[in-house]
């Protein structure tokens, strides 16, 4: 089988790489350069890209550079600018897995004449049904199924996850027995378009409008502080916030028309209740049908049972209350019954 396999720089895709080749399949590297701006952070920089390629040299396989800096910034950057813009918080992560890794490399690696893609994300594919279907990855710490939630069944049936039976460990060690330069080098944690030094205020005070705002108590409607920019504030947020009596408060609306960013305690500002974009609603495996639900709200986070309602209300109804998650964010559906296994994705919008 010839796999195309996308090569970040990374340990868990140079692993991978390495895992399907000595499985006896015919492999090429490919490495995407994604944004054309200044960046210190991230995967795919200049450095990740002699990484790949070095790694590639050891294994002896091929080893490509692919541009989508156009697409990049078309697909993810601009649509996260715009998303600030109107007071929202996108994950450009997922928007990059959904509309680019798994969408633009997946339809060039089939008119490539690749049998399949692969990756180094810490997930499985499995079959559910007679169909495919994406499951968590062995190692619970580093499980990735949360940011490719928005995958369909037709790309996961083209889809290689060779990592996700591992955890972390095993991939280092297998990597450091290969003499893999990357073997220990530290996972990408930041956002590749955003330097670390710039951090993301920093990127959105060159690219949008500054709304300044007032930050008010949620239920008394007292005000309690300013803002220079509520484009700046995620639903959520406690830190950086004004509080005139140095209590915790957490963000929990953000009005751009009114100025108004709304706070309370901690305890009142957890919800219960999660509404949902139509429009951006997905199943992992044909028809996404309502009931009973295992949700989860960040990459890392906790899971909860829900009822997901489709259709009138298009929301989640979550059996207990979870932190304010922002408008603009996914939740990710597991079965309720085999809570490894990805249902579909949502976009969170505002009530």
């Known amino acids: 089988m010839r796999v195309l396999v996308a090569m970040s720089g990374g340990v868990d895709s140079s692993v991978a790489a390495a895992l399907l080749r000595d499985a006896g399949h015919e492999v090429v590297g490919a490495t995407l350069k994604l944004w054309g701006g200044a960046s210190d952070a991230g995967c795919c920089s ?38 600030h813009a109107q007071g929202l918080t996108p994950n450009p992560c997922i928007d990059c897995n959904r509309f680019i890794k798994f969408d633009l490399l997946v ?12 990756t180094g994300h810490h997930a499985r594919v499995v079959t559910r049904h007679d169909r495919p279907a994406l ?87 007292a005000p309690l502080g300013h803002l220079e920019a509520a484009e700046l504030v995620t639903v959520g947020q406690r830190r950086q916030i004004p509080s005139p009596d140095d209590a915790r408060r957490y963000v929990t609306s953000v009005d751009l028309v009114a100025g108004r960013v709304a706070v309370t305690t901690r305890e009142r500002a957890r919800q219960d209740r999660l509404d949902l974009d139509p429009a951006s609603v997905t199943s992992s495996a044909g028809e996404l049908r309502g009931g009973p639900v295992w949700v989860q709200t960040s990459a890392h986070g906790r899971p909860v049972t829900g009822q997901l309602r489709l259709a009138d209300d298009w929301c989640v109804d979550l059996d207990a209350p979870v932190p304010p998650v922002a408008p603009g964010q996914s939740a990710v559906f597991f079965d309720r019954d085999d809570p490894d296994v990805v249902a579909g994705a949502a976009v969170v919008r505002r009530r």
């Open 46 to 83: 200049v450095a990740d890209v002699e990484d790949a390629r070095r790694v590639a040299q050891v294994l002896g396989v091929d080893h490509h550079v692919f541009a989508y800096t156009e697409e990049f910034a078309e697909r993810v950057v601009e649509p996260y600018v715009r998303a």
């Open 107 to 118: 339809d060039r690696a089939r008119r490539l004449g690749f049998d399949a893609l692969a």
């Open 135 to 221: 499951a968590r990855g062995r190692d619970a710490a580093k499980d990735q199924s949360y940011v490719l939630g928005y995958l369909t069944a037709p790309t996961l049936a083209y889809l290689q996850l060779p990592v996700g039976a591992f955890t972390k460990d095993e991939v280092r060690a297998h990597a450091a027995r290969l003499g893999l330069r990357t073997w220990d080098k530290p996972d990408s944690q930041d956002v590749c378009f955003i330097g670390a030094a710039q951090g993301r205020r920093g990127f959105l005070a060159e690219r949008i409008a500054r709304t300044p705002a007032v930050v008010v108590d949620q239920d008394s409607g």
